[in-house]
């Protein structure tokens, strides 16, 4: 068997040859030219070695290039592509630097072309920045020049089909059973539950197990800017927000699709995240009949979270007085819990906060809290809090 760096370089020779041979011969089985042109170009190569020139050269035709046996490996959570460096992943919470890298920059661009262009999205000088999603539902971020100018980024969060059930996350590491029950009771009850963490800490992992919980028979409306929550009742309406065409047009963003939800009788409302004036919108259907729905929001406490939630509200560009904003989010919100990736990649629920007012407006004040490697629990200072968890 020929090394893999020859053999990466003869098939990136090799699908030259085949682009060139294309452009002059009709349409046809292009699985069959790379087979005749590997059979003939490198016939001395023993058969082993033809049949991964085969594959190599096909994965550079029509799939993702080098990043194929990647995402084939069922371990491995997230990859990122740093120009032609080494491609790095994300496996078990922890970066490894890998062997695969892509023969030249123009390579990379014909990969991230391949995903974009199913999808009708582009990236170039005038929009070098682009969000997408794989057929399996993998989440892809690309920046290239010149806002990356040593090489295209290319960074792909796998996407997980079934996802991982409440069970699940306790063997992980992720909450105690006890913790679990707790959740459980909190969204049976209709508590409205906002899970904050850092990027990378699981927080739509534990909002889809936190969905779970909730009865089958209500009407539950999800809304995502990349659908990644896959909820298992019978009756769940899921929404995507999407961006706008090539041309500026055709818009709907999450704010949108927020509004829209009111309309379609939910019983509960899940926002997969909170990042703009949609929180002042979400903030209102919990106020308004839809107790018990459930976001995330990027924060690196309980605390932080409330105060971030109450800035994206104020994008909202309504004129609501700050001090409104705060009495909405007090009104609002029963629970906050947070997330953080610790040191050791182990994703884990650090706390769980009730939300009480204030002179100043709303607070939080910690119900769990995983200190020291151990738990802490305290009883909550509400009594209505109280008889909802208990019951």
């Known amino acids: 068997m020929e090394p893999a760096a020859d053999l990466d370089a003869l098939a990136a020779a090799l699908r030259e040859r085949l682009l060139t041979e294309s452009a002059s011969e009709s349409p046809g089985d292009v699985e069959g030219r790379i087979r005749a042109l590997v059979e003939r170009e490198a016939a001395l190569l023993d058969a082993g070695a033809r049949e991964a020139l085969v594959a190599r050269v096909a994965e550079r035709s029509f799939g993702l290039g080098a990043l194929e046996p990647l995402l084939r490996d069922p371990a491995v959570d997230e990859v990122m592509v740093n120009g032609v460096g080494p491609v790095w992943i994300e496996r078990a919470g922890r970066l490894e630097r890998t062997d695969v890298r892509f023969a030249s920059a ?13 999808l009708g999205r582009r990236v170039d000088e005038a929009e070098p920045l682009c969000d997408a999603r794989l057929l399996d539902g993998s989440r892809v ?9 040593d090489g295209p980024i290319l ?10 059930s409440p069970d699940d996350l306790v063997a ?7 913790l679990r029950d707790l959740l459980a009771r909190a969204v049976r009850a209709r508590l409205s539950i906002l899970v904050s963490g850092g990027t990378g800490s699981g927080k739509t992992t534990t909002l889809n197990a936190l969905s779970s919980f909730a009865p089958a028979d209500e009407r539950i409306v999800t809304i995502e800017d990349v659908l990644e929550l896959r909820l298992r009742q019978p009756h769940v309406v899921r929404l995507e927000a999407r961006p706008a065409s090539v041309e500026g047009r ?3 963003t999450i ?10 009788r939910p019983d509960r409302i899940v926002v997969g995240e909170v990042r ?10 919990m106020t308004t009949g839809h107790d018990g729905s459930l976001s995330t929001v990027h924060a690196g406490s309980p605390e932080e979270a409330l105060r971030r939630l109450e800035t994206l509200a104020l994008m909202a560009g309504v004129g609501l007085p700050h001090a409104a904003i705060r009495e909405q989010v007090a009104d609002a919100l029963d629970l906050v819990v947070h997330q953080a990736r610790l040191a050791d990649g182990t994703r884990r629920v650090v706390a769980v906060a009730e939300v009480v007012r204030v002179a100043g407006g709303p607070a939080t004040r910690e119900l769990f809290g995983w200190h020291a490697g151990r738990p802490r629990w305290r009883a909550a200072l509400s009594d209505e809090l109280t008889a909802r968890l208990a019951a």
């Open 155 to 164: 960074t792909v969060r796998r996407f997980r089909a079934r996802g991982m």
């Open 172 to 178: 992980a590491g992720t909450w105690e059973p006890p």
């Open 255 to 264: 704010r949108h699709l927020v509004r829209n939800a009111l309309r379609m």
């Open 250 to 252: 055709g818009e709907v």
């Open 276 to 285: 703009g004036g949609e929180a002042l919108d979400m903030l209102a259907a």
């Open 141 to 149: 971020n690309v920046v290239i020049a010149p806002l990356a100018p």
């Open 106 to 118: 123009a390579d990379l661009r014909d990969a991230i072309e391949r995903i974009l262009a199913p």
